[in-house]
């Protein structure tokens, strides 16, 4: 990130990983569990090359073609690297972060009352999000249909909020994450398990990402709080985060395949794969073990979502959010970015990948701040970006204000946790919301983020699966490559800004990123800013 990127993370509260993680890398005699990534047709190898390095198979699966093994450290993965039937070797341990970007007190002090607006949802009068992509119009149109499933790959659900739980489906929620109340290295993760065997109930979220973004995509108009951008789908709870936001890449995996196996139509990922910011498969500055590492987490996402695709699912992921152009990436400084205190200073390029906004058959969303200029912190690039949405952008005018960020619905006991709401329930800042129209009180926050960008995207695909799907498994099916093509011709198209140099300015710094491309596809806008309406309206 820049420097003027950097001023702008903290002015913002942007979150960093977790706090309280030690800085030393402390070794570990035990046995670690790795997932073992074996190339086509080569499954008997691979579990011979295990045993000859030492390592003993515990499980399977061949859908993604990967063996979960017992093995002993570097000389293991060392040696299984040698092997030509293994093409990657990854510790079974987190390996993501949500890329949200969340508006802090003290850059937005002043409790937040309900907006007096009478039209809609009661707090739709703060959604400009919606009234930029058309949704508040599409909404009576087509809300989308109730046989259209959507999944929120994320840290969880809060499927008890007023305005989530009229359209949560509790039944195939599934949570693939066990909290882990601390690091390899004994310093808080998730800090302590709220249930007693650590996995959550499929309609929690300890963490609010989730919960915002299903929210964005499908809060239902019930005269409470806000209303989503396909407001009559099912949203379905897949959890793959960790409560610290971290993600595991098995957990991740299962997430993918179990969306394909239920019949998801659409599935949101508002996540980048950690703990290398880009995946690089031969990075001279990596070790053996680091190498296979990153191949790993490429071919094993891979391969899920190739999965995922051939059963139906369109994905879309958040682009990123590191104000960097992804066709031209310099310099990595902030991988291995787990455990803390492991990151090095590396060169990088186009070879190197973000995953999974990166990976093939993923849709990838910019963000947009109100005035429809690319999000200052948004990541970039004419290959990268598919299509831009509104992903809020506090800076996006004179000073700061979180209400150019994109409210949607918040968890009560994650805010008072964090210590956003006080003992009577009264917001503390004006980036949290509460909505008392009715009893009990609802809550929401203001987001920034590519995070908060895709779903709105995902939103407007669960609205073209409902006009265009044909009965399938489990309701609607639309196949992925018919959804990308409708989104695409249903975008409005936003050519790059004259002159191309774009100059952001903030406290007293500047930094240009730079839009290439035309009209029809460039690096800001992708094929342009997805659009509720003419998704509802308009004839392919």
């Known amino acids: 990130m820049t420097a003027l990127a950097a001023v702008v993370t903290l002015a913002a509260c942007s979150p960093t990983p977790p706090a309280g993680r030690g800085t030393q890398n402390k070794p570990s005699a035990q046995r670690a569990d790795y997932l073992v990534?074996?190339?086509?047709?080569?499954?008997?190898?691979?579990?011979?090359?295990?045993?000859?390095?030492?390592?003993?198979?515990v499980g399977e699966d061949g859908r993604l073609g990967y063996l979960l093994a017992k093995g002993g450290g570097?000389?293991?993965?060392?040696?299984l690297g040698t092997d030509p039937a293994i093409v990657g070797v990854s510790p079974d341990r987190a390996i993501g972060f949500a890329t949200a970007r969340r508006t802090g007190s003290a850059s937005f002090p002043g409790a937040s009352a309900l907006s007096g607006d009478t039209t809609g949802e009661p707090l739709a009068g703060r959604q400009w999000d919606m009234r930029m992509i058309g949704a508040d119009r599409a909404n009576a149109k087509v809300p989308g249909s109730k046989q259209v499933l959507v999944g929120i790959i994320d840290t969880g659900v809060d499927g008890k909020h007023p305005d989530i739980a009229p359209n949560f489906d509790r039944r195939l929620s599934r949570n693939f994450v066990t909290d882990k109340p601390k690091d390899e290295n004994g310093e808080t993760l998730d800090g302590p398990c709220e249930a007693k065997d650590c996995k959550d109930p499929v309609d929690e979220d300890d963490d609010g990402h989730g919960t915002h973004v299903a929210s964005t995509?499908?809060?239902?108009?019930?005269?409470?709080?806000?209303?989503?951008?396909?407001?009559?789908v099912r949203l379905v709870n897949i959890r793959a985060g960790q409560d610290s936001g971290f993600f595991f890449l098995k957990p991740t995996l299962d997430a993918l395949t179990y969306a394909a196996d239920i019949g998801v139509d659409v599935a949101n990922m508002s996540y980048f794969v950690d703990?290398?910011?880009?995946?690089?498969?031969?990075?001279?500055?990596?070790?053996?073990?680091?190498?296979?590492?990153?191949?790993?987490?490429?071919?094993?996402?891979?391969r899920a979502i190739d999965y995922a695709r051939g059963k139906g699912v369109t994905l879309l992921s958040a682009l990123g959010n590191g104000s960097t152009d992804l066709g031209r990436p310099t310099v990595d400084d902030k991988s291995?970015?787990?455990?803390?205190?492991?990151?090095?200073?590396?060169?990088?390029?186009?070879?190197?990948?973000?995953?999974?906004?990166?990976?093939?058959?993923?849709?990838?969303?910019?963000?947009?701040?109100?005035?429809?200029?690319?999000?200052?912190?948004?990541?970039?690039?004419?290959?990268?970006t598919d299509v831009s949405a509104p992903g809020g952008d506090v800076l996006d005018g004179k000073g700061a204000k979180a209400t150019r960020s994109i409210l949607g619905a918040a968890p009560e006991r994650v805010l008072r946790a964090a210590g956003r709401i006080d003992a009577s329930g009264k917001p503390k800042g004006a980036d949290v919301v509460r909505d008392c129209t009715r009893t009990p009180c609802s809550y929401y926050q203001y987001l920034d983020?590519?995070?908060?960008a895709a779903p709105h995207a995902t939103g407007v695909a669960a609205i073209l699966v409902s006009r265009f799907g044909k009965p399938g498994a489990g309701g609607l099916a639309l196949d992925p490559a018919t959804v990308e093509d409708l989104l695409y011709k249903s975008a409005v198209q936003k050519p790059c800004p004259e002159p191309r140099q774009y100059v952001y300015k903030a406290y007293g710094q500047t930094d240009t990123h730079?839009?290439?491309?035309?009209?029809?596809?460039?690096?800001?806008?992708?094929?342009?800013?997805v659009d509720a309406w003419k998704a509802a309206t308009f004839e392919p």
């Open 449 to 452: 983020g590519t995070s908060m």
């Open 514 to 529: 730079v839009c290439e491309g035309d009209r029809s596809r460039n690096g800001f806008y992708g094929h342009g800013m």
């Open 74 to 79: 570097n000389t293991f993965v060392e040696n």
């Open 336 to 384: 291995p970015g787990y455990p803390e205190g492991e990151q090095k200073v590396r060169r990088v390029d186009n070879s190197c990948i973000n995953v999974p906004a990166e990976s093939t058959g993923v849709i990838s969303v910019s963000a947009l701040g109100p005035s429809g200029r690319k999000a200052i912190y948004s990541d970039y690039g004419v290959e990268q």
């Open 217 to 232: 995509i499908a809060s239902p108009i019930n005269h409470i709080g806000v209303a989503g951008v396909a407001p009559g």
């Open 275 to 302: 703990p290398w910011l880009f995946n690089c498969k031969n990075n001279k500055s990596d070790n053996t073990k680091q190498q296979l590492e990153q191949q790993a987490i490429i071919t094993g996402v891979q």
């Open 37 to 57: 990534f074996y190339a086509t047709g080569r499954h008997q190898e691979a579990v011979e090359a295990v045993e000859q390095a030492g390592g003993t198979t």
